[in-house]
């Protein structure tokens, strides 16, 4: 294994921390005490659409139970509205409420102020544009069967 792929790795982890405690600062900002950051991210991929709860764990942002637990947690508190498929009684569709999509628009906007900054005063739009392109390739490596190794 090469220290370069190593080190990505465990980029990957860590930014994945970081996010997610920029969003907690942002969350405890507005003083928000009933929604947690991972919470927060999944209204934010859901955005304004209605999703079936499967697809968001397809799209790998999380794992199967987390994904049931956040939801169950944010149709509690108001966040997001949960149906049951008309066609399959044991599917559950979800999309934020308003009071979701109050938290979406709010992280839409840090994250815009985030780009404003990184490409006005880094000058980093190439540099990112760059490493998006490489971690979607690393991503369908990975979702791909020649992650795993052959069987002897």
């Known amino acids: 294994m ?4 190593a080190d990505l790795i465990g980029l990957i982890e860590r930014l994945h921390r970081r996010c997610l405690d920029v969003i907690k600062a942002e969350i405890d900002r507005h003083e928000i005490r009933d929604l947690n ?10 955005g304004e659409r209605e999703l079936p709860m499967g697809e968001l764990i397809e799209r790998g942002y999380y794992l199967g139970s987390n994904v049931s637990y956040n939801i169950k947690k944010m149709v509690e508190n108001g966040y997001v509205i949960q149906t049951r498929s008309p066609y399959d009684r044991r599917s ?3 999309r934020s409420s308003e009071r979701g999509r109050e938290i979406c628009l709010r992280l839409e906007k840090l994250f815009e102020w985030h780009s404003s900054q990184l490409f006005d005063g880094m000058q980093m739009e ?6 998006r392109e490489s971690l979607l390739k690393l991503e369908s ?3 791909s069967s020649r992650h795993t190794m052959p069987v002897r």
């Open 2 to 5: 090469t220290d370069a792929y």
């Open 37 to 46: 950051a991972a919470q927060a991210m999944i209204l934010f991929n859901i």
């Open 92 to 94: 559950f569709h979800v």
């Open 126 to 131: 190439a540099e990112l544009t760059q490493t």
């Open 141 to 143: 490596f990975w979702s």
